[in-house]
Nanobody, 125 residues
Framework: QVQLVESGGGLVQAGGSLRLSCAPS????????MGWFRQAPGNEREFVAA????????HYLDSVKGRFTISSDYAKNTLFLQMNSLKPEDTAVYYC??????????????????WGQGTQVTVSS
């Protein structure tokens, strides 16, 4: 089993920055694909960013490109999401996700087997 614990959420003004972290525990070997999703009230869970351990390829939601950066400390299996130039529409609960399959379709939630409990990000205007 794998447990994912997110941290770093909070309240920030528009234009500000936050850095989210995701720390896996348990049997963390071979977590080849890791990503971030978000869900605002009344909305579906939405892909934000992902990174593949093999090759280090990154993928982003179009609306966050140039503002968000996903990275990973593979030695610690820790995942990060640096969020800059935040906008009120970025307000959501952010979830960390992971899977052992290196070839999952990273943009769909069903591709990930392990999920964290989420951390709230609120951007005020």
């Amino acid at each position: 089993q794998v447990q994912l614990v997110e941290s770093g959420g909070g309240l920030v003004q528009a234009g500000g920055s936050l850095r989210l972290s995701c720390a896996p525990s348990g049997y963390t070997s071979s977590l080849y694909t890791m990503g971030w999703f978000r869900q605002a009230p009344g909305n579906e869970r939405e892909f934000v960013a992902a990174i593949r351990r093999i090759g280090g390829n990154t993928h982003y939601l179009d609306s966050v490109k140039g503002r968000f950066t996903i990275s990973s400390d593979y030695a610690k299996n820790t995942l990060f999401l640096q969020m800059n130039s935040l906008k009120p529409e970025d307000t959501a609960v952010y979830y960390c996700a992971s899977d052992r399959d290196p070839y999952v379709v990273v943009t769909t939630a069903r591709g990930y087997h392990y999920w964290g409990q989420g951390t709230q990000v609120t951007v005020s205007s």
